[in-house]
C-alpha cells in the first residue's frame, strides 16, 4: 500500500523532507523574524519552511532530470506548475500528518527502529548508510523523526483506504492493454499467468492512489480556511 511508495521514497533519497515542519535551529531572538521570511505555507499554524521547500523542489527536478525531463528545458508555466505541485504535496503531507495524529495513530520506538534497520540493509554498510546521511545533510535523530511522520501517515492511509479487491475481469483487461502495447512494439507478449501478480499489482495500486487522492481532496477542502500559503 501507501507503506511500500513512501518506504520507497525514503529508499530514493534518504533525505524525505516532505512531512517535515519548520526549521527550529535558529535562535530564540530571531525565530519571529525568520518565521515570517523563511514559511512558504502553513497549515493549522504549523509551518512549512522556505529552506525544506527549496530542498524538496530540488529533489523533485533531480528525479524529473533522472527521468529525460529536464527542468531547463521547461517553459515558464510548466515551471511554476512543478513548483504549486511540490507545495501542495508538501501541504498534503502536514495536512495528513495532522490529521492522523487527531485521529489517534501513534508508532512505538521499535516500530522505527525496525524500518531504520531496513533502510541500513540497503547500504553495504554503517559507514556508507552515515555518508549518505551527511550528504543529505541529515543526522540519524533526524531521519527517525521523518520516519516516525511517514508511519503514522501510513497507518492512517490504511486504516482509512482499508484491503482493495481486484476482479478477474479488471486483470484481463489490463492483460488486454499489456498485449496492445507488445504488439505495437514487435515483442512477444508474456503468458497471463506469468504476470498476472504484476498486473493485479497495477491495478491494487491505481485503486488505492485513487483512494488517497480523494481522501486528500476531501481534506483539502475540509480544512481549506487552515491553509495559508505566502509563496506567490
Do not use: H, W
Not at 512543478?82 to 521499535?110: C, F, H, P, R, Y
Amino acid at each position: 500500500m501507501m507503506k511500500r511508495i513512501l518506504t520507497g521514497m525514503i529508499l530514493l533519497s534518504i533525505a524525505v523532507l516532505v512531512l517535515g515542519a519548520c526549521s527550529n535551529d535558529s535562535s530564540k531572538e530571531n525565530t519571529e523574524k525568520k518565521n515570517k521570511e523563511d514559511v512558504v505555507a502553513t497549515v493549522d499554524g504549523q509551518g512549512i519552511s522556505k529552506q525544506q521547500y527549496e530542498k524538496e523542489l530540488e529533489a523533485t527536478k533531480a528525479t524529473y532530470e533522472q527521468q529525460g525531463m529536464p527542468v531547463d528545458q521547461m517553459d515558464d508555466k510548466q515551471k511554476e506548475e512543478l513548483e504549486k505541485s511540490v507545495l501542495d504535496q508538501m501541504i498534503n503531507a502536514e495536512l495528513l500528518l495532522q490529521t492522523a495524529e487527531k485521529d489517534g495513530i501513534s508508532i512505538e520506538d521499535k516500530e522505527i527502529d525496525a524500518e531504520l534497520e531496513k533502510i541500513k540493509g540497503n547500504f553495504e554498510d554503517e559507514k556508507k548508510f552515515e555518508e549518505a546521511l551527511k550528504k543529505n545533510e541529515m543526522t540519524e535523530k533526524e531521519l527517525k523523526s521523518q520516519l516516525k511522520k511517514q508511519m503514522t501517515v501510513n497507518k492512517y492511509l490504511d486504516s482509512k483506504i482499508g484491503k482493495v479487491e481486484v476482479t478477474d475481469e479488471e486483470i484481463q483487461a489490463r492483460y488486454d492493454q499489456y498485449k496492445e502495447l507488445a504488439k505495437a512494439q514487435e515483442q512477444e507478449p508474456e503468458e497471463l499467468e506469468k504476470i498476472k501478480p504484476q498486473l493485479e499489482q497495477q491495478v491494487i495500486s491505481e485503486k488505492e492512489n485513487a483512494k488517497i487522492s480523494k481522501l486528500v481532496e476531501d481534506l483539502r477542502k475540509e480544512n481549506e480556511d487552515k491553509i495559508k500559503i505566502t509563496k506567490a
